[in-house]
């Protein structure tokens, strides 16, 4: 899963950061508010942890930014500014959580995964699923019905983000930032290069018609062969 931090105090960034990762996560760490806030408008991260008092843009502006442009990634506040009305304005704007500082850390990691869970069933193991395809994310494996599937890391990175954005179009461009980042030079040649390879894994268990294409658009991991009405997810 990718989290995306947005913190002005470097120190306590990098702690963040390192606590994640601890955990398995893997981080995109910036202390500006307006990088924050252009890495957040992509839509490629799970979550979004976000301070309050930010150089550039604070994160009230962010988070009306990122939910006009219907972004919809889940986000978390952690900030000192702990008054009620802070609280209730943040909620208001648009944020999932508040959380303040100072903070325990299994609080805050509770906290991310809840909301993490509703970016799709988790199980007991850390699972995650979809019809009879099943993600297990501590061993990154994947199964279907039982079965085992052979992913390269990449397949298997590709496949989780369908899975974690269900029933939703995936632009191209989306996918070659979640998954191959966003400095990355892949085009989108490569994404249907791995579209591809994945179907065709997927094919072996009858489920290569679960990524549908989206003509002009990208894809969407959808059971159902219609597939219109769904708008870009944040």
């Given at each position: 899963m990718k989290l995306l931090v947005v913190e002005d105090d470097v120190h306590l960034l990098r702690t963040i950061q390192t606590l994640l990762e601890e955990e398995g996560y893997h981080v995109d760490p910036t202390s500006c508010g307006e990088e924050g806030c252009y890495?957040?408008?992509?839509?490629?991260?799970?979550?979004?942890?976000?301070?309050?008092?930010?150089?550039?843009m604070?994160?009230?502006?962010?988070?009306?930014?990122?939910?006009?442009?219907?972004?919809?990634?889940?986000?978390?506040?952690?900030?000192?500014?702990?008054?009620?009305?802070?609280?209730?304005?943040?909620?208001?704007?648009?944020?999932?959580?508040?959380?303040?500082?100072?903070?325990?850390?299994?609080?805050?990691?509770a906290r991310i995964r809840a909301l993490l869970r509703r970016r799709g069933p988790v199980d007991n193991e850390g699972g995650i699923s979809y019809q009879k395809l099943v993600l297990m994310m501590r061993?990154?494996?994947?199964f279907i019905g039982g079965d085992k599937v052979d992913l390269t890391q990449k397949e298997f990175e590709l496949l989780e983000y369908f899975l974690r954005n269900r029933e939703q179009i995936l632009t191209r461009e989306q996918i070659c930032t979640r998954v191959w980042g966003l400095?990355?030079?892949?085009?989108?040649?490569?994404?249907?290069?791995?579209?591809?390879?994945?179907?065709?894994?997927?094919?072996?268990?009858?489920?290569?018609?679960?990524?549908?294409?989206?003509?002009?658009?990208?894809?969407?991991l959808k059971e159902n062969a219609a597939c219109s009405g769904k708008s870009v997810p944040g």
């Open positions: 890495w957040a408008e992509q839509g490629i991260h799970d979550l979004l942890v976000l301070d309050l008092m930010l150089p550039g604070d994160g009230f502006q962010i988070v009306r930014r990122l939910r006009a442009k219907q972004v919809l990634t889940p986000i978390l506040f952690l900030t000192a500014r702990d008054s009620a009305n802070d609280i209730v304005k943040g909620l208001d704007t648009g944020a999932d959580d508040y959380m303040t500082k100072p903070f325990e850390v299994p609080e805050l990691l061993t990154k494996e994947a400095e990355s030079d892949v085009g989108s040649n490569v994404v249907e290069v791995y579209i591809y390879y994945l179907r065709k894994k997927l094919k072996a268990h009858g489920y290569d018609h679960m990524i549908q294409t989206v003509r002009n658009v990208g894809y969407m």
